[in-house]
Every structure is written in C-alpha cells, then in structure tokens.
C-alpha cells in the first residue's frame, strides 16, 4: 500500500506563495503519473499538475506561469511552488499517484492539505 503524505498548507495572503510537499512512502519513478489535484466546497475534484510519462507536465490553464511542479527522486517527493495566489485557489490539494499495469489500475490519494488565500 501506497502512502502519500502532504504538507505546506495554510493561510496567506492574495499575491503571496506557499509550496506543498507530497512525500511517497516509495520510489516515485515507479509511477505513471504523480502530481496535484484541488477541490474547493461544492466543487469537482480538478487537476492542477501533474507528472506523466516521466517528466511530462501538464498544468490547469488556471495556474499555468503561477504554479510550478518539481520533484526530487531521491527524496520520493514532489512539489506544488504556488505563487501569485489567488482567492480562487483556496481548496484543499491533494497528493495523487497512479500505477498501471497490463492488470490493473491503481490510484492513491493523500489526505489533503488546506491552502487558503485571503483577499
């Protein structure tokens, strides 16, 4: 079992940065694709950035030139730079990885972490 731990969350002020951490109790070469997902109160689960196919990566039009994902593989870590936030980007994010094989598709999720932005 797969265990994905974020943090970095909190309160900050609209134009301020936070950056989220997502530490994997594996290696995370082994994933197909690994990355960020929000979900604001009464809304959808949304992609924010992910990994795929290696170092592929693909940003939510809503974030493209604010936020940033990186990894470290040495620390199965990835991270979420968030600059210039907004207060539309209050949610709570959460960690996502996926494994596929010729069987089988397998996705894990992290607790969450909150970020909100103040205006």
């Known amino acids: 079992q797969v265990q994905l731990v974020e943090s970095g969350g909190g309160l900050v002020q609209a134009g301020g940065s936070l950056r989220l951490s997502c530490a994997a109790s594996?290696?995370?070469?082994?994933?197909?694709?690994m990355g960020w997902y929000r979900q604001a109160p009464g809304k959808e689960r949304d992609l924010v950035a992910t990994f795929t196919s290696g170092s592929t990566t693909n940003y939510a039009d809503s974030v493209k030139g604010r936020f940033t994902i990186s990894r470290d593989n040495s620390k199965n870590t990835v991270y979420l730079q968030m600059n210039s936030l907004k207060p539309e980007d209050t949610a709570v994010y959460y960690c996502?990885?996926?494994?596929?094989?010729?069987?089988?598709?397998?996705?894990?999720w992290g607790q969450g972490t909150q970020v909100t932005v103040s205006s």
């Open positions: 996502n990885a996926v494994t596929l094989s010729s069987w089988a598709k397998r996705v894990y």
């Open positions: 594996r290696s995370i070469v082994s994933f197909n694709a």
